[in-house]
């Protein structure tokens, strides 16, 4: 008997790789997921520059306004003659009543900033101390400053009046220009104006103030006062304060500037276009002392 021996050949079949076509689909679908991957992250990374933003803006204005709190509800008046207590003032190289530019809201109307600088004399412990705010302007959008300053303590009361009468022309005469001693507060501020009201809520009017910059002041409807001293003098305070501050967020002021290197029309044409980047803070502020004469006036109380 002959055996037979049968042999099985297997076939091994070699790997088959991916097609062209299969690997340009995953190519285009593994693009497509990291174009929305990156999108989605530039929108997070946006958004999240943006809250970064709005709080240090927020929180810059918030602490400016909170230091106007405390410190203007001090405000005192001297009750000496021909003596300044408080006055606000157009900063330097703006139009009249302190105008420094315009901008578009979405109704279509335009919204006007004003710069204004205030100082006024506050009492401790029967010391008498200066606090001025000043804006260094620059096309419209300024820079914050404070300035502090004490009068020399005179126990004789006659020469302490001379002292302090002296002491307010110098401190209410001090500016940016000519005093050192300021400290910064705050870059981007759009918008800085002060609306003063008697003790029935009555605005203050408003007159010209005759000074190398021009501008107003506000009136102490007082008679003996002079005519050409239109600021809150001897024994006359306003009840209440009313501040308006509008800051820009630091990326607009950075290309603001940049825009003022070209001159022209084109910062305030881009500040106009600014105003959803603008943040306001708005607050009326009681004078603690209290307005001491009542005005006279036309206009109608502030609602």
């Known amino acids: 008997m002959r055996l037979h021996s049968t042999h099985s050949h297997c076939s091994h079949r070699s790997p088959r790789g991916f097609s062209l076509i299969e690997i340009m689909v995953s190519v285009a679908l593994l693009a ?11 929108h997070v990374q946006r958004a999240f520059k943006s809250g970064v933003t709005q709080s240090d803006v927020m929180e810059g204005g918030r602490a400016v306004m909170g230091l106007f709190v405390r410190e203007i509800q001090e405000a005192a008046a001297t009750r000496i003659p021909y ?8 900063s330097v190289a703006t139009a009249p009543w302190g105008e420094s530019s315009g901008q578009d809201l979405p109704s279509g109307a335009a919204r006007k900033n004003f710069l204004q600088d205030i100082a006024f004399l ?13 804006l260094d ?39 940016l220009a000519n005093n050192t001693n300021f400290h910064r507060l705050l870059d ?72 003022t290197e070209v001159g022209g029309a084109a910062p305030q044409n881009y500040l106009r276009r600014q105003v959803g980047r603008t943040h306001l803070f708005r607050q009326r502020i009681s004078i603690r002392p209290a307005a001491t004469q009542i005005s006279t006036t036309t206009e109608s109380p502030d609602p």
Do not use: C
Request: cysteine-free; hydrophobic content about 40%; aromatic content about 16%.
């Open 32 to 42: 497509v997921i990291i174009v929305g991957l990156l999108a989605m992250f530039y």
């Open 83 to 90: 003596t300044t207590n408080l006055i606000a003032l157009p």
């Open 122 to 134: 506050t009492r401790d412990n029967g010391n008498w101390k200066g606090v001025s705010y000043r």
């Open 137 to 175: 302007n620059r096309d419209g959008v300024g820079v914050l400053y404070r300035l502090e300053a004490s009068s020399p303590y005179e126990p004789n009361p006659y020469a302490a009046s001379n002292t302090l009468y002296k002491f307010s022309q110098n401190f209410f005469g001090s500016t």
């Open 188 to 259: 981007g501020v759009v918008h800085l104006y002060v609306t003063a009201y008697d003790t029935n809520g009555w605005v203050y009017s408003s007159a010209w103030l005759p000074s190398a910059n021009g501008g107003y002041a506000f009136t102490n409807f007082d008679a003996r006062a002079l005519t050409d001293d239109p600021k809150f003098t001897n024994s006359v305070m306003p009840a209440y304060l009313e501040i308006e501050l509008g800051v820009l967020e630091p990326a607009i002021v950075d290309k603001f500037r940049a825009a």
